[in-house]
């Protein structure tokens, strides 16, 4: 993660670099930190599909499932309009997580 961080000090407009550190911190099981990374993924490019589903399961692991359902449903959309059917599948099975949440769905 050392090597992004320099590469994002250099240029900050780097939604790659964004991207791979946002799942680089879920990988380490750090979703609130990676919430902060990929936001500016979508700041940068608001049509970024998997970085929308990836921020929507950062938010539901962090404790933020009303967030994420919003998130989920703006990714879902996106993968419509972009014919991207595998986020789209992939996007639904975390839905589905969280409907079964207590006092959700």
């Given at each position: 993660?050392?090597?992004?961080?320099?590469?994002?000090?250099?240029?900050?407009?780097?939604?790659?670099?964004?991207?791979?550190?946002?799942?680089?911190?879920?990988?380490?099981?750090?979703?609130?930190?990676?919430?902060?990374?990929?936001?500016?993924v979508?700041?940068?490019?608001?049509?970024?599909?998997?970085?929308?589903?990836?921020?929507?399961?950062?938010?539901?692991?962090?404790?933020?499932?009303?967030?994420a359902?919003?998130?989920?449903?703006?990714?879902?959309?996106?993968a419509?309009?972009?014919?991207?059917?595998?986020?789209?599948?992939?996007?639904?099975?975390?839905?589905?997580?969280?409907?079964?949440?207590?006092?959700?769905?």
């Open positions: 993660m050392t090597r992004i961080r320099r590469v994002l000090d250099k240029d900050p407009g780097d939604v790659v670099s964004w991207f791979g550190l946002g799942g680089a911190l879920l990988d380490l099981h750090r979703p609130g930190e990676a919430v902060d990374a990929l936001r500016r979508i700041e940068i490019d608001p049509n970024h599909t998997t970085a929308h589903r990836d921020l929507g399961r950062s938010l539901l692991e962090s404790g933020n499932p009303v967030e359902a919003e998130i989920f449903a703006r990714a879902i959309g996106l419509e309009k972009d014919g991207d059917v595998q986020t789209g599948r992939e996007i639904h099975l975390y839905l589905r997580q969280f409907e079964k949440l207590p006092g959700e769905g």
